[in-house]
């Protein structure tokens, strides 16, 4: 990883993990962290933005840019599409900026194939029965697809054993101190730091 380059992190959880408020508040916290607006087929929910939460496209539209290669990763998520922009993620690393991205696991392991050397992190929940609590309590899915984000999550979870990182989302304000922990050793680590100081002592 070169500091040049930027780096590029990426948090995944099963639905309801909380992937999007961690990632969301690391960006106001840790400076110089860039962040590549994901598209998707699903509505919006209530209070989310176009172009500010995600990019909201039908599912023609989305069909097509897979067909031109317009992602770096994609993923069907139960009955919807969600992808991440090739060009936007090339943009912001070779601008310098790191970036940090929050997908599923189906993301993750397609941008750690096509990325080695990005950084890749996985938010637990501290039981099932506190991220049902929590899908519950968004108020914004039906009974049915409750059920099946729960199906799910614990296939999701066993995916950790890959991930570079594991932060347990037991309280919030911890998980978030925790991942821009990971974040900054990560841009401290001598061989993302040394052009910087080459640069400072005109050396090398």
């Known amino acids: 990883m070169n500091r040049m380059a930027g780096t590029l992190f990426v948090i995944s959880a099963p639905s309801g993990g909380g992937k ?21 087929t699903r509505p919006p929910r209530k209070g989310e933005q176009d172009g500010v939460d995600y990019h909201f496209i039908d599912k023609t539209t989305f ?18 599409l969600y992808g991440t922009s090739l060009r936007g993620v090339r943009d912001l690393t070779a601008s310098g900026a790191d970036i940090l991205l929050d997908v599923d696991v189906q993301g993750g392991r397609n941008i750690k194939a096509r990325f080695p050397a990005s950084v890749l992190i996985f938010l637990v929940p501290p039981s099932l029965n506190v991220l049902e609590d929590r899908l519950r309590g968004r108020g914004t899915d039906e009974e049915r697809v409750i059920r099946n984000r729960m199906n799910q999550a614990m296939d999701d979870i066993r995916n950790c054993v890959w991930y570079d990182y594991i932060v347990i989302n037991d309280r919030l304000d911890q998980a978030i101190q925790e991942t821009q922990s990971i974040i900054l050793s990560m841009r401290c680590q001598a061989k993302c730091r040394l052009p910087q100081v080459k640069r400072l002592f005109e050396f090398m």
């Open 63 to 80: 069909t097509r840019m897979v067909e031109e290669g317009a992602f770096l990763e994609w993923a069907r998520v139960y009955e919807d």
């Open 20 to 40: 999007s408020t961690i990632a969301a508040a690391v960006r106001q916290r840790v400076e110089g962290l860039g962040y590549s607006i994901s598209h998707t």
